[in-house]
């Protein structure tokens, strides 16, 4: 395969991030509208109830199948074919369908009552996530293929249709009808789900018929060889893609492969099933933590993220999983020294970036949460100081986030079959104790547990990762976790930032302080001046 693995990785990466702030630009605006218009505890049941419905249900179904899939493509294809690894993404809508009985007896029945008004949309939204989750997932295997092939400006196309059908369909019906934002949630669900059905479908008929008419035409020996037919534009598009297994759309039609699943949803969506299934918040304190974790995690979400999952692409098509480093790809074109050499440099460099970002996140949220809220929600968000700590609390778990993605998905990246299996148990052993400690830290500490608990499990991840690599490229004489730490300066810069900007802060609240009591001062000195000169007749009330 000619396509430059990691220039791709790069490409996701980039523009995964722009639509991440796209993304995240229209869910903040719907849920501001929300919160002013409709209210906290429809945001509640839809931003933590109904989509945790829908993330524990789309990754109990398809996580598994994809990681083990992707690793498949990069080594020891002659064991695997084509039609296997096309076959083995629809194992993902019979999963789905077998995932979607329990979630939703459990949704409708087992987790905290939702309030009467709300039963009816809430009963009908369930249904319809769990409908929209199963369509979804039929467009698995052109998802998969157009990830393998480095499709990147199509996906990020697909998923800003996917997220403007989404939108636009809620707010016309919730605009329409404030006491039916429910109701539009759920079939906004459904129509974003047909559309990526449909666009993913739909682009694959187009593009297998044009790259067979242009591997046709291409032969100057075929009778419909007609050169003018294919511009520039359609050779950039087609003259890297002679390994395109795919001859016909039929062929993405469905099969038969195994799974095995992974608790990893647990530590992703944990502090939502504390909420749902015991009554340490209610549907507003749900809201208001929803909100705030969601402004939190602002960086792990658009910027995290996508290098998360282009790093762990690039690192599943550079390094065998299986082979130890120091034995792999001798006989290649690139010695294998140079190949681990660029899998470590790149793994020191985009932990350090991470970290750095996080570090900015740390030291200047401290500063900026109250305005940020403030903008956001409004002064009756911000009221009691809840939602401000939270924010604080964030920014050091963005920290942790930021190297436990790279780390993390590194290993799961390279580590062998066996490795994994024996981290999934202790992934098993994480997921429950940070159930555990979820619940015990916010009996103590009230919603900020959440944060604490998220930290101590995400800690504990990232040392057995830093482990992993370290022993990975001991016999080497490398260390990558040398470049994980930042400059000097840079940690001094930052550092005295965020000193500078935090003082400035307190300055401007003393000042604001100063000046309100001015104010107050003022109008009491003029109320009781006022009051004397009633009382002496010199401001008279005789006026008729």
């Known amino acids: 395969m000619p396509r430059n693995i990691l220039r791709s990785s790069l490409y996701d990466a980039g523009f995964s991030i722009i639509f991440q702030i796209l993304c995240r630009i229209v869910t903040f605006g719907i849920n501001a509208f929300i919160i002013r218009h409709v209210g906290r505890e429809v945001l509640g049941i839809m931003n933590v109830r109904l989509l945790l419905l829908e993330s524990t249900v789309l990754f109990l179904s398809r ?78 295997p052109p998802v998969f293929v157009s990830q393998v092939f480095c499709f990147v400006k199509l996906k990020i196309g697909l998923n800003t249709l996917h997220i403007f059908v989404r939108s636009v369909i809620f707010l016309t019906i919730a605009l329409t009808d404030s006491t039916a934002a429910i109701y539009a949630f759920a079939i906004a669900q459904l129509a974003s789900a047909v559309t990526i059905v449909l666009s993913h479908y739909g682009f694959y008929a187009y593009y297998i018929n044009s790259l067979n008419l242009y591997k046709q035409n291409r032969n100057p020996t075929s009778s419909c060889f007609l050169k003018s037919d294919f511009g520039d534009w359609r050779k950039y598009f087609f003259e890297n893609m002679d390994d395109f297994p795919l001859k016909k759309l039929s062929e993405f039609l469905p099969g038969v492969m195994e799974n095995k699943a992974v608790l990893k949803q647990i530590l992703t969506e944990g502090e939502k099933y504390v909420m749902s299934v015991s009554p340490v918040l209610n549907f507003e304190q749900q809201a208001m933590y929803d909100v705030v974790n969601n402004l939190g995690s602002l960086a792990a979400r658009f910027i995290f993220r996508p290098i998360e999952d282009s790093s762990y692409f690039y690192f599943t098509q550079t390094v065998s999983r299986d082979v130890p480093l120091k034995d792999q790809d001798k006989h290649a074109l690139r010695s294998f020294q140079t190949k681990v050499q660029e899998a470590g440099i790149v793994l020191g460099h985009l932990s350090m970036t991470v970290i750095s970002i996080g570090l900015l996140a740390l030291c200047f949220g401290q500063s900026y949460s109250h305005t940020l809220l403030y903008l956001y929600g409004g002064a009756d968000f911000i009221a009691g100081g809840l939602p401000e700590i939270l924010l604080k609390w964030h920014c050091l778990a963005i920290c942790f986030l930021a190297i436990n993605g790279i780390t993390e998905g590194y290993m799961f990246a390279t580590n062998t079959s066996h490795d994994i299996d024996k981290y999934n148990y202790l992934l098993a052993v994480f997921s429950i104790s940070f159930l555990l400690l979820s619940y015990l830290l916010t009996t103590i500490f009230g919603p900020v547990g959440f944060i604490f ?78 009051q004397k000169l009633t009382a002496n007749g010199i401001i008279g009330t005789t006026s008729k």
């Open 453 to 530: 608990a998220n930290c101590i499990n995400m800690f504990c991840r990232i040392c057995y990762s830093a482990r992993f690599i370290w022993l990975q490229y001991k016999p080497l004489g490398v260390n990558p976790l040398r470049d994980f730490v930042p400059s000097k300066m840079f940690l001094f810069t930052v550092f005295v930032g965020g000193l500078l900007c935090n003082s400035a802060m307190v300055s401007q609240l003393q000042l604001l302080a100063y000046l309100y009591l001015l104010c107050i001062m003022h109008v009491e000195t003029a109320s009781t001046s006022n």
């Open 63 to 140: 996580e598994a199948v994809s990681r083990a899939a992707l690793s498949a493509t990069s080594q020891k294809r002659e064991k695997c074919t084509w039609s296997q690894l096309i076959n083995q993404q629809w194992l993902t809508v019979i999963i789905c369908i077998f995932v979607c009985l329990p979630c939703c007896y459990v949704w409708l029945h087992c987790l905290s009552s939702v309030d009467i008004v709300y039963l009816d949309q809430y009963r009908f939204a369930c249904y319809a996530v769990l409908l929209s989750c199963i369509i979804e997932l039929c467009a698995e």
